[in-house]
């Protein structure tokens, strides 16, 4: 990801930069991500809600340090105004298994084109627990049970 200043939101080919990470390849820096978050960001996803750059930071951090290796790979993007939806795969490498992760990003832009929101939507039970011996049995069960 590169380190550029907004003047305005991000379009399509930055956003889709901000939402690809190879596997082997470092995660942004602090200062690459204060170069695109807003000081106040809110963040949420399935598993968490931040406040602020450093609370941001420290999220991303903590899930990079968790894992053997991360990959992210964007797919649909689409923008209007000052919101983008990006749909994505997250893949986690944790002691030699391979978490893939389908889902959605939505990003609200500030007037200095910065992100002033960044909630995650994506199914974490499923396959965090799906491919786990036994326990991954009573989960496909209870999705069965909800959902048929």
Known sequence: M?????????????IKLLFTKSYGQSGPTPDQWKAIYANNVHFIDPTQERHGIDAYILAQNNLIQRCDDVYLKPHAIALNDDVAFIEWTMGLKIKGIEFIYPGATRMTFGIDGKIIEHRDYFDFIGPTFGPVPILGNVVRLLYKRFVA
């Not at 590169?2 to 930055?14: F, G, L, R, V, Y």
């Open 2 to 14: 590169k380190s550029a200043s907004m003047d305005q939101s991000p379009n399509e080919a930055q």
